[in-house]
């Protein structure tokens, strides 16, 4: 029914034709549009803010975008940068080398802000000053760890190379940012080096809000530590690691800054991962439709790792009973 | 009588030559009046490039205007910043730092500059640094300094006695700075002694790879597209290039980390005395012979670049510039700023700086200046920098330039790094060289 009759009776007494309300009226004047309402402002921004953003570049994605050429945002190619990536093996070799990147960082940061939460954990005095200290990588901008580890890391007048070559290690220098296998490898050390802290901290938080019973229980039935470790600490972490998990998953593009110094990419795109590329192509190349292509494409990859630790998170909260 | 109106009218030719003088200078020193008014500029920011803007005040002093710097960056950052203003279509600047290589791609976001700027007053700059600055007969910039490379080597190790003595034993010949390529590749691998010695080192990324090879690819007879802008830098000449650098590597006469470096790199190690030679830009010059950067100093020699194949040198070349954007709300005041930046006096100050300037006059004064303090080494470096600028010639102005030389040199690094071979690295970057051209094309 589109419309309602309501039946009314005027001050005088007299009987009044029927009103006919409208929908609309009634769902503002019940008071059921109040929440609409208030949900409003957000949704305008976030319809400013994300929507139309998320528009306007897939949509330049089926255009040959070029940014000193505006117009070209108007020019309909079809699938034509997709089937191009498709076809393009330095892309792929870039998804792979991200998606390569992303499971060894995440897990050696893992594990090490473990063992280093662990460590702090059981420290009686100055906790706070060493989890101040152990903070002070996650202050670096990428920027500047990017210069640190490329001059340490420098073949001709790097910290490394020099200590090695004084000690008589080696005579010829070590080209860290060269070679195929060190390139990543270097890398991958200054990722960790410099968001290992996050984990820390988070683990560290977990550790913190374990409860003591378990342990002294475990401890009173005779578990070594291995055990206490294996069967209580750890299945009490895991919604902390998982939940670390997935906000450095979708925070380690910071990484970019630092590849951009210390490599950019190369040499011969040994260290070129999805944000380099895409990078050098929508603002070097300015061929901005291709760059959204390729942003597409790897923001799958975004999904598939957000709703895998997702997934992970609601079973370790099922295991431990946390609520749903 | 005679002798006195003689007198009397030559006193008055006098009187008349240097009023016209006066009259001359401050013509040339009126630079408008624009009392109130706000000129908003993007520059390029760094050290080098810094020392410029001290003048600032000056013109504001001479013009009521005020000089409001919205931007100031290395150009890779101003670029991109240009380019999303572009986008955007906000803009509300009038100046902007350009470069020969990034100026084609703009289009017609700057303005053509010779209907605001006398002939006579354009006819004091270089002629090549004007011509390079036009893009499809526009002049979209006006330049400031001009770039070209040519040979830095260490005398530490040439006039080493013993190097020469074994250079002669095994090549029959004195050592003297190579005047080819071929010669140049020889004296490098022959004085590298790593770690502590290498014989040179190149850029090994970014336009500063793609700019080397162009180099030697058009010493060697060659050029990076025909005239139907088919990409050919994959010919004989451009492997013969490409070899230049793997043999380079191969031999281990480059450090090994030279495939990551950039021009400070470069110049940081020549300065610590650990490369014998060095193909480099004329802003290092003082920086090679200041007691406080450079180990070197005082014993550094300088030589114009080595020629090709072809019997000639390649002389790749490009000008820092500024521009003045389309849509400025003062075109006539901008112009002026644009105009005093690269004036005389602008000029003399980055040449003493050691950068090459752009107005033809200011290399013979400057060499004066420097030769009047018994600076002979930057006296011989201006006399040699402006020699080589007859084989002054910029990477192609085109719009795609940039995207071109984005394929090239990670092809070129991947010959070096021995994954491709030189024809098989230069084939698959022409092919999407080729595309790009195509694309744009089509767009």
């Given amino acids: 029914m589109a419309e309602t009759i309501e039946d009314g009776i005027s001050l005088e007494g007299r009987i009044s034709y029927p009103v006919r309300e409208s929908r609309l009226r009634r769902f503002f004047r019940l008071g059921h549009a109040a929440p609409y309402i208030l949900v409003l402002p957000s949704l305008f921004i976030v319809t400013f803010v994300v929507a139309i953003p998320l528009v306007i570049s897939l949509w330049s994605s089926f255009t040959p975008y070029n940014l000193v050429r505006p117009w070209t945002l108007y020019h309909y190619i079809g699938f034509r940068n997709y089937l191009r990536l498709f076809n393009s093996s330095d892309f792929w070799w870039a998804f792979g080398r991200t998606v390569v990147f992303l499971t060894v960082a995440l897990n050696l940061e893992m594990l090490l802000g473990l063992g280093l939460a662990l460590l702090v954990n059981k420290i009686t005095a100055g906790k706070r000053a060493v989890r101040t200290i152990m903070m002070f990588p996650m202050m670096f901008s990428p920027i500047l760890v990017g210069f640190q580890f490329k001059y340490i890391f420098n073949d001709n007048v790097g910290l490394i190379n020099n200590a090695l070559t004084s000690l008589g290690f080696m005579h010829y220098p070590i080209a860290w940012l060269v070679n195929a296998i060190l390139a990543p490898l270097t890398i991958l050390i200054a990722e960790t080096w410099m968001s290992t802290s996050v984990f820390a901290i988070l683990l560290l938080a977990g550790l913190l809000a374990l409860p003591s019973e378990p342990l002294e229980a475990a401890k009173v039935d005779g578990c070594n530590a291995w055990q206490a470790f294996r069967h209580i600490t750890l299945p009490f972490l895991m919604p902390f690691i998982y939940i670390a998990m997935t906000i450095r998953s979708l925070d380690v593009a910071r990484a970019y800054d630092m590849v951009k110094i210390m490599t950019d990419g190369g040499p011969a795109q040994r260290t070129e991962l999805l944000w380099t590329l895409i990078a050098r192509t929508g603002y070097e190349d300015a061929r901005m439709g291709m760059a959204n292509a390729m942003g597409y494409v790897s923001i799958l990859l975004s999904i598939a790792v957000t709703v895998y630790f997702y997934r992970k998170l609601m079973a370790a909260r099922s295991y431990m009973g946390g609520a749903e | ?443």
């Avoid at chain 2, 240009?82 to 100026?103: E, L, P």
């Avoid at chain 2, 830098?233 to 451009?238: P, R």
């Fill in chain 2, 1 to 443: 009588m005679k002798a006195g109106r003689t007198l009397k009218t030559l006193l008055l030719a006098c009187v008349a030559t240097v009023g016209l003088t006066v009259a001359g200078q401050a013509a040339e020193q009126d630079w408008g009046s624009f009392p109130g008014y706000t000129l908003k500029v993007k520059l390029v920011g760094g050290t080098q490039y810094e020392k410029l803007y001290t003048r600032i005040p000056e013109w504001e002093k001479a013009t009521g205007a005020k000089v409001q710097i919205v931007s100031s960056e290395n150009y890779f950052d101003l670029d991109r910043e240009i380019k999303q203003d572009i986008a955007s279509g906000s803009v509300n600047w009038c100046v902007g730092s350009n470069h020969t290589s990034f100026a084609p791609q703009y289009g017609k976001f700057y303005i053509d500059l010779k209907p605001y700027i006398s002939e006579d007053i354009l006819s004091e700059y270089v002629p090549s640094a004007i011509r390079n600055s036009t893009v499809n007969g526009q002049l979209v910039q006006l330049p400031r300094v001009t770039d070209i490379s040519n040979i830095y080597y260490n005398e530490l190790v040439y006039d080493n006695p013993d190097v020469k003595a074994r250079y002669k034993a095994k090549f029959g010949k004195d050592l003297a700075p190579p005047t080819t390529f071929d010669e140049y590749k020889q004296q490098a691998i022959f004085l590298s002694a790593p770690p502590n010695l290498y014989g040179t080192a190149f850029p090994g990324k970014d336009e500063g790879l793609t700019g080397r090879f162009m180099e030697i690819l058009r010493a060697n007879g060659g050029d990076m597209f025909d005239a139907q802008m088919n990409p050919t830098f994959n010919s004989k000449a451009g492997v013969d290039a490409l070899q230049f650098f793997v043999d380079l590597y191969k031999a281990k006469a480059v450090p090994a980390g030279t495939i990551n470096y950039t021009w400070d790199d470069i110049g940081q190690s020549f300065a610590a005395g650990t490369l014998a030679l060095d193909i480099d830009w004329p802003g290092f010059a003082a920086f090679f012979n200041n007691p406080k950067t450079s180990k070197i100093a005082g014993h550094v020699g300088l030589a114009l670049a080595p020629i090709g194949e072809a019997g000639k040198r390649g002389g790749w070349s490009g000008s820092h510039s500024f521009s003045v954007t389309a849509a400025c709300d003062n075109k006539k005041a901008a112009v002026s700023f644009v105009e005093f930046m690269t004036d005389y006096d602008s000029e003399m100050m980055e040449a003493r700086a050691g950068n090459l300037p752009t107005r033809t006059k200011v290399f013979a004064d400057v060499e004066a200046e420097f030769k009047q303090q018994h600076n002979d080494y930057m006296a011989n470096m201006f006399s040699i920098w402006q020699a080589s600028l007859a084989d002054a010639r910029t990477p192609p102005l085109i719009p795609e330039w940039i995207d071109v030389s984005n394929v090239i040199w990670p092809a070129i690094q991947s010959a070096v790094l021995g994954q491709k071979t030189a024809q098989q690295a230069l084939d698959d970057a022409a092919a999407k060289a080729k595309q790009i051209v195509q694309d744009q094309s089509d767009n």
